[in-house]
């Protein structure tokens, strides 16, 4: 079965520091992975994702991620936190069953940045 | 082009009561899903349609059924709502074999 776990519930930063925001991934075979942002009482909305080309995956705001297969793991960065990318981060494993392809998250990771 | 809309934004229910939460999309996607979101749980799938005609439970289908009215709609009914349904939903839609989902603003319900 495939799953994802965030090793970290919250992570904060200062403004112009860099941001790391871990998951590793479970999976019985070659994964598709994604990275999806919820601003407070927003819905969500997608960082970025891999399947299967280059492993350096680079996404929306200047986040990017790197897919690690030896290690099974999947790391949202930025080189410099903004105040504006304050928010719940969730990284997330497609699971393609019979009947079609769902998408299984992590618990999220809370990121607070300041000033 | 709204993308995924769904409505109502908000709702209050008493134990017991009966509600469906509605779902529509404008981008002629074949799949549509439902989630909840709890603190600390991310989202768990609930019902999701592969395709017009078809659907099937997730990883959280007690309590729910689902109804896939056409293409563009896909609804959520709750029969007797229970206070652990206090949660929020969010609807979602993409291509039948892609992977990336499109979501809605989400329903917040909460259940007295």
């Known amino acids: 079965a495939q799953s994802v776990t965030q090793l970290d519930s919250h992570v904060s930063v200062s403004e112009g520091t860099p941001v790391l925001l871990r998951c590793n991934y479970s999976?019985?075979?070659?994964?598709?992975l994604f990275w999806y942002v919820q601003h407070p009482n927003k819905g969500l909305q997608l960082l970025l994702k891999?399947?299967?080309?280059?492993?350096l995956v680079k996404g929306i705001n200047g986040f990017e991620a790197e897919f690690k297969k030896s290690e099974t793991s999947f790391h949202l960065t930025k080189p410099s936190a903004h105040m504006s990318d304050a928010a719940e981060y969730f990284c997330?494993?497609?699971?393609?069953?019979?009947?079609?392809?769902?998408?299984?998250f992590g618990k999220g990771t809370t990121l607070s940045v300041s000033s | 082009n709204a993308g995924v809309t769904q409505t109502p934004k908000f709702q209050v229910l008493k134990t017991g009561q009966s509600m469906t939460l509605q779902c529509a999309q404008d981008?002629?996607?074949?799949?549509m899903y439902w989630y909840r979101q709890d603190p600390g749980m991310g989202l768990r799938l609930i019902y999701y349609?592969?395709?017009?005609?078809?659907?099937d439970k997730g990883e959280v289908p007690n309590g729910y059924n689902v109804s896939r009215l056409n293409k563009r709609e896909f609804s959520l009914r709750l029969e007797s709502a229970a206070p652990s349904q206090t949660s929020v939903y969010f609807c979602?839609?993409?291509?039948?074999?892609?992977?990336?989902?499109?979501f809605g603003p989400g329903t917040r319900l909460l259940v007295l």
């Open positions: 349609s592969a395709s017009e005609g078809t659907t």
């Open positions: 891999y399947t299967s080309a280059a492993t």
């Open positions: 999976s019985s075979y070659s994964p598709s």
């Open positions: 997330v494993v497609s699971d393609r069953g019979q009947a079609g392809t769902a998408l299984i």
């Open positions: 979602a839609s993409g291509w039948q074999g892609a992977e990336t989902q499109y």
């Open positions: 981008m002629n996607h074949n799949s």
